[in-house]
């Protein structure tokens, strides 16, 4: 089988080699590690569209791979780059490419406990259609793949314990860039600059609460307008009984759209809301409040009993669960966390007026597993002790795996939820996910609704062996059309570590796709041998 390799696939190719067989297997001065690496895979894989049969395709690939983590008392960072280069024996367009691919992050204690500086960023490759998630990669039509990137600077300043005034501030910057969009070829050029305040009252205070927050957006779009938000709450509370306290509520909720192109259901996001009641708090960290409130939206009121609920059961049970009215009827959120020492659970559920740029850098991870900064592999990972736990250098929670959307510069109204459970005993690691969501894209005027379960399982035969099983199903359909996407994807893995530094994996792979049309459905069947060498 022979391959041709683009001049520019193999000069990156050959500095990525050099890099990591330049050095040393870990590199140490003071506390900074070097960790490089190179994998070469090997794929065997037919391809099923439509009516019309595959035929068997080989594939190889080669990864070079460079993880830097630098980690002082104050002061952490971690850089991860790599490059895959794939060459096929296939006629079809851009099935020979190359990939570069980074991630960072770090931190700064500029003032202990109180200022803290952190960057971080990514460059990857992902589909610009969100139902071809499951199906292209870097093998499978990759030429349907686009370059993404996130770049992120944030500033967090807190008052520790303060007697009188506390303050929280979190400011930002971000900037989020593709090579495409769903609709055009020039991409997007997202940049957000955010600001979250809360003004509350410190220890000295008997008798008397306040807490006044404010969170603002400003979302700059090439192809669109900007847009801003501005979401502010005020609360006082004054004691009238034991743990019985009389609370005054507010909020105001702006977007700075103009709506005349939206929906007829959608024509006036902007609201405020205030009210009064009653607050039950019989200790810190447990809380029952119910109001009475008002909620005005342009010429309309409409009144309704809010409900907000903070309740810690023990150390490791916490919930969350919030009711109120928005711009678009009944609006809720809840959040669970239960931990064991082998089991853990997880659920979430949130409303929001966002966009494709600020879910890139505030879109949430699972805390169920902590994994190597960029490692692929869910052997690897393992569940911390607590729900509060605090990532050391090198680390990073797994990813959630959760719905994206489609590459766009529309605005989103998005419902979220997601339930997790994790299991980690012995030698058995297992992480199970449902999702669900449905985006409203606002300014196109239609709506993607998406079901999802994933599930990873991680089983250590032996000190040198490991079995694994991953799987995910999603179902995705359209408001403004027949389409749909059904997807199976199931891969089965075997592990072994030939010696300290050379590992070898095999797994194979069966990715199911039906569709509204017997043109759209595809079948693929993939096996991959790799070699992984850690230097």
């Known amino acids: 089988m022979a391959f041709n390799t683009a ?15 330049g050095s040393s297997s870990t590199a140490r001065a003071g506390d900074l590690q070097i960790a490089p690496s190179i994998t070469t895979s090997g794929y065997y894989y037919k391809t099923d569209i439509g009516q019309t049969s595959g035929e068997n395709t080989q594939a190889i690939a080669i990864k070079p791979k460079l993880v830097t983590i630098y980690s002082g008392r104050r ?3 971690a850089l991860v780059l790599n490059n895959t280069t794939v060459e096929q024996n296939s006629d079809l367009p851009d099935s020979d490419k190359s990939f570069t691919e980074l991630s960072y992050n770090s931190s700064l204690q500029i003032i202990e406990k109180v200022l803290t500086l952190s960057v971080n960023g990514d460059r990857s490759y992902r589909s610009v259609d969100s139902t071809e998630g499951l199906i292209a990669d870097k093998i499978l039509s990759s030429g349907e793949l686009t370059k993404v990137a996130n770049d992120a600077i944030q500033l967090n300043f807190m008052i520790p314990n303060p007697k009188t005034i506390g303050l929280s501030l979190q400011s930002g910057f971000s900037k989020t860039s593709s090579d495409e969009t769903l609709a055009s070829t020039n991409g997007i050029d997202g940049e ?13 205070f008997k008798g008397f609460t306040f807490l006044l927050g404010t969170q603002y957006y400003d979302t700059k779009r090439d192809t669109a307008q900007d847009f801003t938000s501005t979401l502010s709450n005020a609360r006082i509370g ?17 977007y700075g759209l103009d709506e005349s192109g939206f929906s007829a259901q959608r024509q006036n996001l902007d609201t405020t809301s205030y009210g009064a009641g009653f607050v039950w708090q019989p200790h810190d960290e447990n809380s029952i409040e119910i109001t009475y409130n008002e909620l005005e939206q342009g010429d309309t009121s409409t009144r309704y009993i809010g409900i907000e609920t903070q309740w810690a059961f023990s150390s490791r049970t916490a919930m969350q ?20 020492k082998s089991f853990s659970t997880s659920a979430t559920y949130n409303e929001d007026v966002t966009s494709y740029s600020r879910l890139s850098v505030t879109e949430g991870q699972s805390s169920l597993f902590v994994c190597p900064i960029g490692s692929t592999e869910f052997a690897d990972c393992f569940q911390p002790s607590s729900s509060g736990y ?10 959630l795996n959760s719905f994206t959307t489609d590459i766009t510069d529309e605005t989103l109204f998005r419902k979220s939820g997601r339930i997790n459970f994790g299991y980690d005993k012995n030698k058995l690691k297992a992480a199970f996910s449902l999702g669900y969501n449905t985006i409203e894209y606002l300014e196109s005027n239609r709506e993607q609704r998406t079901n ?10 032996g000190r040198r062996n490991t079995v694994g099983l991953s799987s995910s199903y999603s179902t995705n359909d359209y408001s403004d059309s027949d ?11 075997f592990n072994r570590d030939l010696s300290r530094q050379l590992s070898m994996d095999v797994s194979a792979r069966y990715v199911r796709r039906d569709t509204e049309s017997d043109a759209r459905d595809l079948t693929d069947s993939r096996l991959t041998v790799s070699f992984a060498y850690q230097f």
């Open 452 to 461: 999802s379960a994933s599930l990873s399982l991680s089983y250590q035969l």
């Open 483 to 493: 389409r749909v996407n059904d997807v199976l994807n199931l891969t089965a893995s």
């Open 75 to 77: 002061s952490s960072a």
């Open 238 to 254: 004054i004691d009238i009984a034991k743990d019985i306290s009389f609370v005054l509520v507010g909020s105001d909720s702006e």
């Open 7 to 21: 001049p520019t696939a193999r000069n990156t190719l050959l500095i990525a080699v050099a890099i990591a067989c």
């Open 390 to 399: 605090i990532l050391l250098a090198g680390e990073e929670f797994r990813s």
């Open 321 to 340: 669960f919030s009711y109120g009215k928005r711009f678009y009827g009944d609006a809720y959120s809840f959040n669970l966390d239960y931990k064991l």
């Open 192 to 204: 957000n600059t955010f600001i979250n305040a809360q003004l509350y009252q410190g220890r000295d």
